[in-house]
Nanobody, 115 residues
Framework: QVQVVESGGGLVQPGGSLRLSCAAS????????MGWYRQAPGKQRELVAL???????KYADSVKGRFTLSRDNAKNTVYLQMNSLQPEDTAAYYC?????????WGQGTQVTVSS
């Protein structure tokens, strides 16, 4: 099994920045990708960004140029740097770790962009 813990959410003004962290532990040798998703009230959960074990990244069009995914392999942690945040970025952000047999999700962290 893989345990996933997110941190770093909060309240920020439009145009501000936040950095989310996602730490994985347990059977991480089987993880081939980690991703960030978000879900706003009344909407479906959507992909924000993901990074593979090989270092390839993928971003949703809505966050390209504003969000950056990075990782610290020594800490088994992935970071989502979010800049130029807008009210439409308000959502619960979830991190997952993908293995061949299962996808493990964290509990989520709330990001609220409001003046």
């Amino acid at each position: 099994q893989v345990q996933v813990v997110e941190s770093g959410g909060g309240l920020v003004q439009p145009g501000g920045s936040l950095r989310l962290s996602c730490a994985a532990s347990g059977s991480i040798f089987s993880v081939y990708a980690m991703g960030w998703y978000r879900q706003a009230p009344g909407k479906q959960r959507e992909l924000v960004a993901l990074i593979t074990s090989g270092g390839s990244t993928k971003y949703a069009d809505s966050v390209k140029g504003r969000f950056t995914l990075s990782r610290d392999n020594a800490k088994n942690t992935v970071y989502l740097q979010m800049n130029s945040l807008q009210p439409e970025d308000t959502a619960a952000y979830y991190c997952n770790s993908m293995t061949p047999g299962f996808t493990y999700w964290g509990q989520g962290t709330q990001v609220t962009v409001s003046s």
